[in-house]
């Protein structure tokens, strides 16, 4: 197990480089960089995004070290023009560029922002508890319902009670979630009804001089509606996973022998059923964790006006934030693959009968 493991962290360092490439590459016939944009504020021209979403950039796609000329730029000091190249680190050729990346991430340095005050990996930490807390809820809600509906499913396989609540998870994952959540706006945050929850935020403005419980209860508050739409469309796959375990488990013959002993029914389900049945979603906890904390999120923190890392990565790109870009790509595909291996590794600690390394010698 040992020499899997390490082959596995020795693959990560080429599955970074060649994303960190292609995006590198993508990059550079992406329009509008931050060259172009600077330009364009000299020239007083808009840079919002709503106007560069509408109509382009306005200026062509001038990759870094090239010798495209930025149709801003006409009637600019071409001094200054070359200024504004060195401060962004375009005064260089694109393969100096991608050497100077990938060195400084090999060392974990991932630069300043282009447009913040700050480091890659302080904006990171910055915005990463409002995703975790995000994550976290949502999936702490997926699994405490969705495993003991999935059980009870299972048992009553192919009742009235099995089919309307298949419809209902199915209804429910076919359901977007930013629909969901501006269903939930207008229906319980005043959107037209109700004004049960807050609309926005993760706190009150007045947090900071509430009460240890006053506090807490303000952040559950909060919490509930972008909680619920995040985990609206959880349900389905966790919930039919379970079911289909158990419905397994319970047909093998182990469990007809410990029935034939005489067992009762809840010995033989608790006892023998569930232990089993639990491997393959005990072990996908760290691919779940991937899903949760790092992706699908974007929308929600948009409309509930959450800052967090989805709303980070979205205004970056928008912004041609290329340090921000990277290095949260970096740092989550970094954090995605250890966990694929964790989950790994975790099959291995439920059920010591897989063995991933027999399996890829006899591949």
């Given at each position: 197990m040992?020499?899997?493991?390490?082959?596995r962290?020795?693959?990560?360092?080429?599955?970074?480089?060649?994303?960190?490439l292609?995006?590198f590459?993508?990059?550079?016939?992406?329009?509008?960089?931050?060259v172009?944009?600077?330009?364009?504020r000299?020239?007083?021209?808009d840079?919002?995004?709503?106007?560069r979403m509408?109509?382009?950039?306005?200026?062509?796609a001038?990759?870094p070290g090239?010798?495209?000329?930025?149709?801003g730029?006409?009637g600019?000091d071409?001094?200054l023009?070359?200024?504004i190249k060195k401060?962004?680190?375009?005064?260089k050729s694109?393969?100096?560029?991608?050497?100077l990346?990938l060195?400084?991430?090999?060392?974990f340095?991932?630069g300043q922002s282009f447009y913040r005050?700050?480091s890659?990996?302080?904006?990171?930490?910055e915005?990463?508890?409002?995703s975790?807390?995000?994550g976290?809820?949502?999936?702490?809600i997926i699994y405490?319902?969705s495993?003991?509906?999935?059980?009870?499913?299972?048992?009553r396989n192919g009742?009235r009670?099995?089919?309307?609540?298949?419809g209902?998870i199915i209804?429910?994952?076919?359901i977007p979630?930013f629909?969901?959540?501006i269903?939930?706006i207008?229906l319980?945050?005043g959107g037209?009804?109700w004004?049960?929850?807050p609309?926005q935020g993760l706190v009150?403005?007045h947090?900071?001089?509430l009460s240890?419980?006053g506090?807490i209860l303000?952040?559950?508050?909060h919490?509930v509606l972008?909680?619920?739409?995040?985990?609206i469309g959880?349900?389905?796959t966790?919930?039919?996973l379970t079911?289909?375990s158990f419905?397994?488990?319970?047909?093998?013959q182990y469990?007809?022998?410990a029935?034939?002993?005489?067992?009762?029914e809840?010995q033989v389900?608790?006892?023998?059923?569930?232990?089993?049945?639990m491997?393959?979603?005990?072990?996908?906890?760290?691919?779940?964790?991937?899903?949760?904390?790092l992706?699908?999120s974007?929308?929600?923190e948009?409309i509930f006006?959450?800052?967090?890392?989805?709303?980070?990565?979205?205004e970056?790109?928008l912004?041609?934030?290329?340090?921000?870009?990277?290095?949260?790509?970096?740092i989550?595909?970094?954090?995605?693959?250890?966990?694929?291996?964790?989950?790994?590794?975790?099959?291995?600690?439920v059920?010591?009968?897989i063995?991933?390394?027999s399996r890829e010698?006899?591949?």
């Open positions: 040992l020499a899997y493991i390490l082959r962290l020795l693959l990560i360092i080429p599955t970074l480089v060649g994303i960190l292609i995006n590459l993508i990059v550079q016939a992406a329009p509008g960089g931050p172009d944009q600077a330009v364009a000299l020239q007083g021209l840079t919002s995004t709503a106007a509408g109509s382009g950039s306005g200026s062509e001038a990759g090239t010798n495209s000329k930025y149709r730029a006409q600019l071409p001094e023009i070359e200024d401060q962004y680190g375009f005064d694109a393969p100096e560029r991608l050497w990346l060195t400084s991430y090999a060392r340095d991932f005050d700050k890659v990996l302080g904006l990171v930490v915005k990463m508890p409002v975790v807390s995000l976290l809820w949502s999936t702490l405490f319902i495993i003991p509906l999935g059980i009870r499913k299972a048992l009742s009670f099995d089919v309307w609540s298949s209902v209804a429910g994952y076919a979630g629909l969901f959540a269903l939930l207008v319980f945050a037209s009804y004004q049960l929850f609309m009150s403005e947090f900071d001089s240890p419980g506090k303000d952040y559950a508050h919490m972008p909680t619920i739409c995040m985990s959880g349900f389905a966790l919930t039919i079911k289909n419905l397994d488990e319970i047909n093998k469990v007809l022998t029935r034939a002993k005489g067992l009762t809840n389900l608790y006892g023998h059923v569930f232990r089993n049945a491997l393959i979603i005990i072990a996908g906890i760290p691919a779940t964790l991937v899903g949760v904390f992706t699908g974007l929308l929600i948009v006006n959450l800052d967090g890392l989805g709303l980070l990565g979205f970056s790109v912004n041609r934030d290329y340090p921000v870009v990277f290095g949260t790509l970096f989550f595909t970094l954090v995605g693959m250890l966990l694929k291996l964790a989950s790994d590794i975790m099959y291995v600690l059920d010591p009968r063995d991933f390394e010698g006899s591949a």
